[in-house]
């Protein structure tokens, strides 16, 4: 199994890696959706349904780096390694394995491609295997991949951490507990994500 094939569900992210890294990015919508510039703030279509993010978080440091989705602290509460940073069309991602079995491995992608945050999720649910809405530490996420393969240890997460910039969490786990719950690993890694941005 290519296990460096990164991911985008749908229109590719999530699942690049589960589907054989064909297509588009995921999220980019056709037609996108439309906004209107009112003053300082953007108008979103009357279509929206993407929940809105609490507060905007500081992400001037992962859209240069994914690795920065993670801090030290966090990376030992969920036994991982350092980051290994990549370069993708779909905005920087980083690969961070499992110290104790580095067959386990989260792919986190920044995913500056898209610039309508989670909507651009919504927008193309339709090509997804699953689709399940949720939060992480309070901003709001989806759980979504073209192919369902979570019994097999894989498991795609959304989390808006503005409304513009969405970042992906891919899990793939082949042994151990997150194996049998990679998302749940997906929704540990996000939370930690969410407090390490938020300071």
């Given at each position: 199994?290519?296990?460096r ?12 890696a ?5 297509g ?32 905007p ?25 350092e ?16 110290a ?10 920044t ?28 901003y ?6 073209a ?27 082949d ?25």
């Open positions: 199994m290519n296990r094939c990164i991911a985008v569900p749908a229109l590719a992210f999530a699942v690049l589960l589907a054989g890294c064909g588009k990015t995921r999220g980019t919508a056709n037609p996108a959706p439309s906004t209107a510039e009112s003053g300082s703030e953007t108008t979103r279509s009357t279509a929206d349904t993407a929940p809105r993010v609490p507060v978080l500081n992400t001037a440091s992962i859209t240069s780096d994914a690795c920065a989705t993670m801090s030290a602290s966090g990376r030992s509460s969920l036994g991982l390694g980051g290994q940073p990549r370069t993708t069309g779909n905005g920087p991602s980083c690969t961070f394995q499992e104790a079995d580095p067959g386990n491995q989260i792919d986190v992608t995913v500056t491609a898209n610039k309508n945050g989670l909507q651009d999720v919504y927008d193309t649910k339709a090509n997804d295997a699953y689709f399940g809405e949720t939060q992480a530490y309070g709001p996420g989806v759980y979504a991949a192919v369902d393969d979570r019994k097999n240890g894989k498991c795609g997460l959304f989390v808006a951490v503005t409304d513009q910039l969405t970042v992906n969490i891919l899990v793939q786990y042994n151990g507990a997150g194996a049998a719950d990679p998302c749940s690993v997906a929704m540990k890694f996000g939370e930690s994500m969410i407090r390490t941005l938020g300071g």
